[in-house]
């Protein structure tokens, strides 16, 4: 599924960067004892462009429906919720919008941030500008190293290979005999940080598993055909990719072209993020597929989820991918956050208080329960499973259905050790 910009800002009603995005009136509230009248300023920063378009689509239209919903309820301890947006493209100019935001916009908290180079800019500006950061995807690691041990303002996604991990142990449980891997994932710090932590954790369950290839297209490439050639000719008993955009789907498509699923298995650790673009007539059974934190179509999900599941669908003519969970559990808990602040000081709290307030904290998001770890990593479940057929939809979905929390497949802690907390870890007992 590739949106352009022009099909993306129609389908947001946004005016173009910069704009602000009205929602209904607040429901009245009573003035709360040292809590401003004026509107929260909340500041959102989507992809809009390229291959991850929809990816930020879907994280921007989880924010307004949480937006909406909390407006009708009487807003953040009364104060109405404003949405401000600029967009997120490459580093050095998604690190100006975000000083804009901060500085002269002067918006209260910003949410966002999808690529791991975004967030190594993003990171370190949110702590000078002693500015809150929740960010959706992007990490501040450099490799699987962190760069900020100890933030203050900055909150950032899960690890970025703990979709691998999950995707090797998946490939261990189903699929069997796997010897022989080859790897196409983006040449940026997630690709690569994926790639390695799959082999790792796989070879503790299959110690003679051992690689035959590696790709590293530039992220945005949409001409797979050489890679696929390349693949081929190395005949890999699996593929292993964390693509987890539009390229999933042109790479998919162009596999189906000449048949490579015939002759291999498969693993696309991240490829739900464009689920309802992964058509039955191209998109084989079998396959290992991740949502990373929603799954849109889970048995178990919550009432919250299921509406939000209907609304979308209704509004947009699609089930929602998971971005939408990380939009909405940002502004989710940077409300609870607020609040829990709040009762503490008895006024509305600064920007390090609610920082603080953060710590910890956990919140019903769409998934479900998900939190901020006291080192401001999120916590939450990953979903992940098998393709099938056998559904009501155009498209593959999974089944069985992993579902597997971030205490399981995450390090405990930014400071240890990937590899040797791999090797102490997996196999996972029971």
């Known amino acids: 599924?590739?949106?352009?910009?022009?099909?993306?800002?129609?389908?947001?009603?946004?005016?173009?960067?910069?704009?602000?995005?009205?929602?209904?009136?607040?429901v009245s509230a009573q003035a709360r004892k040292?809590?401003?009248?004026?509107?929260?300023?909340?500041?959102?920063?989507?992809?809009?462009?390229?291959?991850?378009?929809?990816?930020?689509?879907?994280?921007?239209?989880?924010?307004?429906?949480?937006?909406?919903?909390v407006n009708k309820a009487g807003g953040i301890l009364g104060r109405k919720v404003e949405l401000v947006f600029e967009e997120e493209s490459n580093p050095k100019?998604?690190?100006?919008?975000?000083?804009?935001?901060?500085?002269?916009?002067?918006?209260?908290?910003?949410?966002?941030?999808?690529?791991?180079?975004?967030?190594?800019?993003?990171?370190?500006?949110?702590?000078?500008?002693?500015?809150?950061?929740?960010?959706?995807?992007?990490?501040?690691?450099?490799?699987?190293?962190?760069?900020?041990?100890?933030?203050?303002?900055?909150?950032?996604?899960?690890?970025?290979?703990?979709?691998?991990?999950?995707?090797?142990?998946?490939?261990?449980?189903?699929?069997?005999?796997?010897?022989?891997?080859?790897?196409?994932?983006?040449?940026?710090?997630?690709?690569?940080?994926c790639w390695e932590t799959y082999q790792a954790v796989l070879k503790r369950y299959t110690p003679d598993a051992k690689s035959v290839l590696e790709l590293f297209p530039k992220l945005g490439v949409t001409d797979f055909t050489s890679h696929i050639a390349a693949i081929q000719q190395a005949k890999p008993d699996l593929l292993m990719t964390s693509f987890w955009s539009g390229d999933t789907t042109i790479l998919m498509k162009q596999a189906a072209a000449v048949g490579l699923f015939k002759t291999m298995k498969a693993c696309f650790t991240t490829g739900g993020g464009v689920h309802d673009s992964l058509k039955k007539e191209f998109t084989p059974e079998g396959l290992i597929l991740?949502?990373?934190?929603?799954?849109?179509?889970?048995?178990?999900?919550?009432?919250?989820?299921?509406?939000?599941?209907?609304?979308?669908?209704?509004?947009y003519g699609e089930y929602p991918p998971y971005e939408c969970d990380h939009g909405y559990f940002t502004v989710e808990s940077y409300k609870a956050g607020v609040e829990k602040a709040y009762k503490a000081a008895g006024e509305w709290p600064s920007k390090e208080q609610v920082a603080k307030a953060l710590e910890g904290i956990e919140v019903e998001s769409l998934s479900g329960k998900r939190s901020w770890r006291e080192d401001h990593v999120q916590m939450c479940s990953f979903f992940q499973g098998?393709?099938?057929?056998?559904?009501?939809?155009?498209?593959?979905?999974?089944?069985?259905?992993?579902?597997?929390?971030?205490?399981?497949?995450?390090k405990p802690t930014t400071s240890t050790k990937l590899l040797e907390w791999i090797n102490s870890t997996f196999p996972l007992k029971g």
């Open 1 to 26: 599924m590739e949106t352009s910009r022009r099909e993306f800002l129609k389908g947001v009603g946004v005016a173009g960067t910069g704009a602000v995005l009205g929602f209904p009136a607040v």
């Open 34 to 69: 040292g809590v401003p009248s004026d509107p929260v300023k909340i500041g959102v920063m989507p992809i809009r462009a390229g291959v991850a378009a929809p990816v930020g689509a879907a994280g921007q239209r989880g924010v307004e429906w949480w937006a909406e919903r």
């Open 93 to 193: 100019d998604t690190l100006e919008r975000f000083r804009k935001l901060a500085l002269q916009t002067k918006v209260d908290v910003i949410v966002g941030g999808i690529s791991t180079a975004v967030g190594l800019a993003l990171g370190p500006a949110a702590e000078e500008l002693k500015m809150l950061w929740l960010s959706w995807d992007a990490t501040t690691q450099k490799g699987v190293e962190e760069t900020m041990p100890k933030p203050t303002y900055s909150f950032r996604s899960v690890d970025n290979e703990v979709e691998a991990i999950g995707g090797a142990l998946l490939t261990a449980k189903y699929l069997k005999g796997v010897k022989t891997i080859a790897g196409i994932n983006n040449d940026y710090s997630y690709g690569h940080d």
């Open 290 to 315: 991740g949502y990373n934190s929603m799954y849109f179509n889970y048995a178990g999900a919550s009432a919250l989820q299921k509406q939000f599941v209907r609304e979308y669908k209704a509004k």
């Open 386 to 410: 098998i393709t099938t057929h056998k559904n009501e939809f155009d498209f593959v979905t999974i089944d069985p259905v992993e579902v597997l929390p971030t205490t399981r497949i995450m």
